[in-house]
């Protein structure tokens, strides 16, 4: 029997949108657990909270089995020493994407030797989809819900009246 794989798909996830629930189902079918972290990025000022992103995601993973979400705010290498996993999943939508995974990716490993950056491409009809995009649309009350799981598009609603 092959060694257990435990896979860590971190970011802000302010919020989590439709392309990375398409990593998270596509690392879902390649790994046995993921470990969906969520970043305090409080340098990035996010519009919703570490709990509020925690309840989103898990909310929007519910269905699928072998998915964890955590909160953290520390170096990714301690999280993933401390989560026992040598495994990161990261999304790539464009070149710019690629620039600024590849160096996190070499300076990570730098970190962590055995920590391996696993690149994964959105499926096609998600390529345009960012957290950023979303941010841009909320407070227009522009039209999301194609964007967002439809719990995660009404907990938005909640938080946001």
């Known amino acids: 029997m092959g060694k257990y794989k435990r896979a ?3 970011g802000t ?3 989590i949108t439709v392309g990375h629930l398409d990593i998270i189902q596509r690392a879902h079918n390649m790994f046995d657990e993921i470990i969906v972290a969520v970043a305090d990025s ?3 000022t996010p519009m919703f909270s570490l709990e509020q992103r925690v309840n989103m995601v898990k909310a ?5 089995s072998n998915i964890k979400v955590v909160g953290f705010h520390k170096l990714l290498v301690d999280l993933a020493e401390e989560l026992d996993a040598n495994i990161l999943v990261r999304g790539l939508r464009a070149v710019s994407d690629f620039e600024y995974e590849l160096q996190m990716g070499y300076a990570n490993a730098s970190l962590k030797k055995d920590l391996e950056t696993v690149f994964l491409m959105p499926s ?3 390529g345009f989809v960012s957290s950023s ?3 841009t649309i909320l ?9 967002l799981h439809p719990k995660v598009h009404k907990m938005i609603k ?4």
Do not use: M, W
């Open 8 to 10: 860590i798909y971190p």
């Open 13 to 15: 996830f302010d919020p």
């Open 42 to 44: 409080q340098s990035k």
């Open 60 to 64: 929007a993973t519910s269905e699928l």
């Open 124 to 126: 096609l009809e998600y």
């Open 133 to 135: 995009v979303v941010r």
């Open 139 to 147: 407070p227009f009350n522009g039209k999301v819900d194609h964007l």
């Open 158 to 161: 909640e938080y946001r009246s």
